[in-house]
């Protein structure tokens, strides 16, 4: 059974909509984390939250805002999509809430903005 | 990424071969972390290392964080092996950085 569930696995949006990713653990993780990858780049780090609570913020734009409703729980919802939000966006978690912890990933969800 | 340079980009292994990939960090990491991408996209762990070395199966892998290098090596390499490998890196500031990856091929 997958322990990180994230949805949609792919999504396609039209320039200036809201959609809101999905992402759910089942490890007992105290932490999660949002990454991004897009084409021809590595991944990179966006958010992290521990007890559902902001750790750290390195995304620029405002548009992208973490949501944590339940612990296990942390929804990506991103406003205004640009073109060049098109990547894969990875859930991540692990049992310490530490960058450098041991961590987890889910298997993405691919975002493709027209 | 600007932190972590990881080679080679490219591998081709003949089945039974072995070779090892490399990260090396431009500043002082606590801990790295080896992850293989399947052909479905998932990230399946491999490593964590906070110092020393590890060994699963077929693989090993080593940490150096004085000398900023770690190291992943894989012997009698079979076809399932093929995919994409990342090394990440956490460093004392709490930031995590990502290798760009290297993307092996297993062939018969």
């Known amino acids: 059974d997958p322990k990180i569930i994230q949805k949609p696995k792919y999504l396609v949006a039209v320039t200036g909509s809201e959609k809101i990713l999905i992402c759910e653990q089942y490890?007992?993780?105290?932490?999660m984390y949002w990454y991004r990858q897009s084409a021809k780049k590595p991944l990179e780090f966006m958010f992290s939250?521990?007890?559902?609570?902001?750790?750290d913020n390195q995304t620029a734009s405002s548009r992208f805002q973490p949501q944590s409703s339940k612990k296990n729980h942390l929804d990506l919802q991103i406003t205004a999509l640009k073109p060049d939000d098109s990547a894969t966006y990875f859930c991540a978690s692990s049992q310490v809430p530490q960058n450098y912890a041991e961590q987890f990933f889910g298997p993405g969800t691919r975002l493709t903005v027209l | 990424g600007d932190q972590v340079e990881q080679s080679p980009s490219a591998l081709s292994l003949h089945e039974g071969t072995g070779s090892a990939l490399r990260c090396n960090f431009t500043t002082t990491m606590r801990a790295v972390q080896w992850f293989r991408k399947n052909s479905r996209g998932s990230l399946i762990n491999l490593f964590y290392l906070a110092s020393g070395t590890k060994e699963n199966g077929r693989l090993k892998s080593a940490f150096d964080s004085k000398e900023r290098y770690s190291t992943l090596h894989i012997r009698d390499a079979q076809l399932e092996d093929s995919g994409t490998y990342f090394c990440a890196a956490g460093n004392s500031n709490n930031r995590i950085f990502f290798g760009d990856g290297t993307q092996l091929v297993v062939k018969p």
């Open positions: 939250y521990s007890y559902q609570k902001l750790m």
């Open positions: 490890l007992g993780h105290n932490a």
